[in-house]
């Protein structure tokens, strides 16, 4: 990148910080943007700053949203009484895709993990725990991967509310769901029936 520029340079490093993104595609997005600067550059650039002024986490379950509490914790149509967990936004956002679910969500923003050093107290858990010990929850969907950090998290979790309440049921979604798999990867129908069939 010699002679580019040490702005290009710069943006082209950003750029490979995003997932999926390497530094052979963070070039060719570099590239693009500059040259599409009426098309691309600039409607990104304010498109991002305007996420970067008006992004929050809503304070009840975590998700990303411009209000806080988030448009569906406020909305007084959800069903108060389940709460779907998912690791990350991703998750929250193929589900409202699908539409297959009318309650509220928790997102943890991770899964527990040994190996990675990821402990309860990284992890929205305490909001969590708070949320349902506050009562008028009949049911904790666990929406999380089929992975040993997935299955880890729920089983916490489930171990954190046995002395508390047992009139909280605790379901998983139904096989369908890829082992290490995102949800977000799913398919619609897949969400759809993994939701309907869990146990
Ligand atoms: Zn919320």
Redesign the pocket.
Known sequence: MAGAGPEIERLIALLAKLPGLGQRSARRAALALLKRREQLLLPLTAAMQDAADKVTT??????L?TQ???????DPARDRAMICVVEEDSALWAMERVGAFSG??H?LGGLLSALDGVRPEDLRMEGLIERIKAGGISEIIMALPATVEGQTTAHYIADRLKYHDNSVTISHLARGVPVGGDLDWLDDGTIAHAFKSRR
């Open positions: 809503c304070r009840v379950c975590g998700s949203s806080d509490p988030c448009a569906i914790c406020s509220r969500y997102v």
